[in-house]
């Protein structure tokens, strides 16, 4: 059975910035929680991070693959550089990933950890930018399909590919 590493926040684990969850009813979800195959996890925290914390964002709206690389940082609203607890977060996702041979992800879009699609640019004002979080484009780097809670659909579909 294929196993699905899942952001916690969206399995009511009250682990975000700002000490909640943002839990998904989505059924898929639901039915793969049931099935048992579902790996809660939050890079923020697992990389050191306290709940809460002051929010985060990738300066200039880079995206992951430009932290990963060094290119751009994360920074919190108190100008804080989070970036190495960001990083270590995003090897523990991809440690854990790989420990649970999972090759599929649903994570928070929108986190710049776990973003699918988009991020927010750095100015914490709200405006996201196409582009992905660092635990995100670590994964997909190395082989791990990532799909947004707003993709649970398309994920379904890989899942399938992956079980015939």
């Not at 009511?12 to 059924?27: C, I, L, N, P, Q």
């Not at 002051?54 to 920074?75: D, F, M, Q, T, Y």
């Not at 986190?111 to 196409?130: Q, W």
């Given at each position: 059975?294929?196993?699905?590493?899942?952001?916690?926040?969206?399995?009511?684990?009250?682990?975000?910035?700002?000490?909640?969850?943002?839990?998904?009813?989505?059924?898929?979800?639901?039915?793969?929680?049931?099935?048992?195959?579902?790996?809660?996890?939050?890079?923020?925290?697992?990389?050191?991070?306290?709940?809460?914390?002051?929010?985060?964002?990738?300066?200039?709206?880079?995206?992951?693959?430009?932290?990963?690389?060094?290119?751009?940082?994360?920074?919190?609203?108190?100008?804080?550089?989070?970036?190495a607890e960001f990083l270590?977060g995003a090897r523990a996702?991809?440690?854990?990933?790989?420990?649970?041979?999972?090759?599929?992800?649903?994570?928070?879009?929108?986190?710049?950890?776990?973003?699918?699609?988009?991020?927010?640019?750095?100015?914490?004002e709200g405006r996201r930018?196409?582009?992905?979080?660092?635990?995100?484009?670590?994964?997909?780097?190395?082989?791990?399909?990532?799909?947004?809670?707003?993709?649970?659909?398309?994920?379904?579909?890989?899942?399938?590919?992956?079980?015939?």
């Amino acid at each position: 059975m294929e196993r699905i590493l899942v952001s916690a926040c969206l399995m009511g684990r009250r682990v975000r910035y700002d000490g909640g969850a943002k839990t998904s009813s989505d059924a898929w979800l639901a039915g793969w929680r049931e099935e048992g195959r579902l790996v809660p996890f939050c890079p923020e925290v697992e990389g050191g991070l306290p709940i809460p914390r002051p929010a985060a964002e990738i300066e200039g709206g880079a995206g992951g693959a430009a932290v990963l690389s060094g290119a751009a940082r994360v920074l919190a609203t108190d100008g804080s550089d989070v970036t190495a607890e960001f990083l270590s977060g995003a090897r523990a996702a991809l440690e854990t990933a790989r420990s649970h041979g999972i090759r599929l992800a649903v994570l928070k879009e929108g986190s710049p950890s776990c973003g699918a699609l988009a991020v927010y640019d750095g100015s914490f004002e709200g405006r996201r930018v196409p582009g992905q979080g660092v635990t995100t484009a670590l994964l997909e780097r190395n082989g791990i399909r990532v799909f947004s809670e707003e993709q649970v659909p398309q994920a379904a579909d890989y899942l399938r590919t992956l079980e015939t």
